[in-house]
């Protein structure tokens, strides 16, 4: 059964930090490339980094530069979305998604509040 749980969203005050994480079962983890997204109430789905399946490769959208860090264990088929320097425009649905071969896997969210 494939499985994508993420954890460790919250309420968090403007200026904070949470570490997310994603742990995949059921899927080739370690081949996939991960993505993590975001979405607002009332707005699309964005995406939000990108970490290739070995790690060589990430990337960031502009809005999270500096401030957010992708990471994978591949050995624990987890994937994590340091957030630091949080702000309220950041509070959304986060989502992990996990590419293989185009085969595209999602959890089911973990919800960031920031909020003072």
């Known amino acids: 059964q494939v499985q994508l749980v993420e954890s460790g969203g919250g309420l968090v005050q403007p200026g904070g930090s949470l570490r997310l994480s994603c742990e995949a079962s059921?899927?080739?983890?370690?081949?996939?490339?991960v993505r993590w997204y975001r979405q607002a109430p009332g707005k699309l789905r964005e995406w939000v980094a990108l970490?290739?399946?070995?790690?060589?490769?990430?990337t960031y959208a502009d809005f999270v530069k500096g401030r957010f860090t992708i990471s994978r264990d591949n050995a624990k088929d987890t994937a994590y979305l340091q957030m630091n320097s949080l702000k309220p425009e950041d509070t959304a649905v986060y989502y992990c998604?996990?590419?293989?071969?185009?085969?595209?896997?999602w959890g089911q969210g973990t919800q960031v509040t920031v909020s003072s």
């Open positions: 970490m290739t399946s070995a790690g060589s490769t990430t």
């Open positions: 059921g899927i080739r983890f370690r081949i996939g490339v």
């Open positions: 998604n996990v590419d293989i071969l185009g085969n595209n896997y």
